[in-house]
């Protein structure tokens, strides 16, 4: 599995603003729990638009920026595949459908309340949802496991501070983004 | 200057450029001004509101419009929502711009290089964090570990995953 180019290493073509578009209003559909594993699952594993790298690579620039992480990457996506342009269809595409929906929610709710049996429905949904996203996880992680060297143990550091000693987010980043921009430095050559 | 609109529309602005981690690293913010500082809504609303953004599609950063919604109506909505995405948007579009053109520069590469282990620890946290969250019982875990091996595994929609999950927790198992 080193070197055979896999699906996920080979870029199959340009998305038009019209692609981007309805990509990213199908991403924002089905994405319960989160866009992100169905964002990667569209781009990478379905139209191989980015290969798993660039898709690990554009997705740092979108947690590292400030704001919604899946909204950062809507627009980081667009505007790299079509411009002002592209980031305004990727937008549109990912927020429309699902503001359109919330808002009648949110009448029904500020009417109704309460959803009842729906709680039993969602636990099982939860569950499921969190299943996914550490499928995505280990998908994303696994490159970065396959030689011995300074990004695996960032990455673990990361997570234990967050995961584990549950330090806020936002600290942790400002305090290991530094470290690990210094080494990515310094081992450069 | 106390319109409820004046008061979402700044608050969200401002957490749009500090929610460093997402909407859900924002979360706790959320519920400090809504609930502790401006008494918009109560404990229990908070969390029917952040279920009920968890339950519909797209981005979780959509309970802003709920609490929006709730404190002045659809305008109310509107505005949350813009102020929470508007600010950071543009900021993500003209770091896009920047970072794109510097591609080969020595000091872009070697942020790059730094920033993704970061990153891919901390959604390995948010997968951990949320699979503690929803996994209150062994049926759950199972759930979760199935869905997990599954969607690894095989190409599968994973609505179909999500479907038999909300179809188990209709058992009561849960």
Redesign the interface.
């Known amino acids: 599995m080193t070197d055979s180019s896999p699906p996920s290493s080979v870029v199959a073509s340009r998305p038009t603003l019209i692609d981007i578009l309805r990509a990213f209003a199908g991403v924002?559909?089905?994405?319960?729990?989160?866009?992100?594993?169905?964002a990667r699952?569209m781009i990478v594993?379905r139209r191989q638009w980015m290969t798993a790298e660039e898709f690990?690579?554009a997705?740092?620039?979108?947690?590292?920026?400030?704001?919604?992480?899946?909204?950062?990457f809507a627009?980081?996506f667009g505007?790299?595949f079509g411009g002002?342009a592209g980031?305004v269809m990727a937008?549109v595409g990912?927020?429309g459908?699902?503001?359109i929906?919330?808002?009648a929610?949110?009448?029904l709710?500020?009417r109704y309340?309460?959803?009842g049996?729906l709680?039993?429905?969602?636990?099982?949904?939860?569950?499921?949802?969190?299943?996914?996203?550490?499928?995505?996880?280990?998908?994303?992680?696994a490159p970065?496991f396959k030689r011995v060297d300074?990004?695996?143990a960032?990455?673990?550091?990361?997570?234990v501070?967050?995961?584990l000693i549950r330090w806020?987010?936002?600290l942790?980043?400002?305090g290991?983004?530094p470290v690990?921009?210094?080494?990515?430095?310094v081992?450069?050559k | 200057m106390n319109s409820p609109l004046l008061a979402l529309a700044g608050y969200f602005a401002l957490l749009?450029?500090?929610?460093?981690?997402?909407?859900?690293?924002a979360i706790p913010e959320f519920h400090r001004i809504a609930v502790d500082v401006m008494h918009w809504i109560s404990d229990r609303q908070f969390a029917?509101?952040f279920?009920?953004?968890?339950?519909?599609?797209?981005?979780?950063?959509?309970i802003v419009?709920?609490i929006g919604?709730?404190v002045a109506g659809?305008a109310g909505?509107a505005v949350a929502?813009a102020a929470?995405?508007g600010?950071?948007?543009f900021?993500?579009?003209g770091?896009?711009?920047v970072?794109?053109r510097f591609k080969e520069a020595?000091?872009r590469?070697?942020?790059?290089?730094?920033?993704?282990?970061?990153?891919?620890?901390?959604?390995?946290?948010?997968?951990?964090?949320?699979?503690r969250?929803?996994?209150?019982n062994a049926v759950?875990?199972l759930?979760?570990?199935?869905?997990?091996?599954?969607?690894?595994a095989t190409?599968v929609n994973?609505?179909w995953?999500?479907a038999?999950?909300?179809?188990?927790?209709?058992?009561?198992w849960?």
């Open positions: 924002s559909v089905s994405g319960f729990g989160g866009a992100l594993p169905w699952r594993d690990n690579e997705f740092a620039l979108s947690q590292f920026l400030p704001g919604p992480n899946t909204v950062n627009i980081v505007a790299r002002a980031a937008l990912l927020m459908p699902p503001l929906i919330i808002t929610l949110a009448v709710y500020d309340g309460d959803a049996t709680n039993h429905i969602l636990a099982g949904i939860a569950a499921s949802a969190a299943g996914l996203l550490i499928a995505m996880v280990v998908k994303m992680v970065l300074w990004p695996p960032v990455a673990i550091v990361a997570f501070c967050v995961a806020p987010l936002p942790v980043f400002l290991l983004a690990s921009v210094a080494i990515a430095w081992k450069l | 749009s450029l500090f929610a460093i981690g997402g909407a859900n690293a029917d509101m279920a009920i953004a968890q339950m519909s599609p797209g981005p979780n950063v959509i419009t709920l919604y709730h659809l909505a929502t929470m995405i600010p950071s948007c900021l993500a579009y770091a896009t711009r970072w794109d020595r000091w590469i070697a942020i790059q290089a730094g920033l993704v282990p970061v990153s891919l620890g901390l959604i390995s946290a948010s997968a951990f964090v949320l699979a969250a929803a996994d209150h759950a875990g759930i979760t570990a199935t869905t997990a091996a599954v969607a690894f190409r994973p609505l995953l999500f038999a999950g909300g179809v188990l927790g209709l058992t009561g849960l």
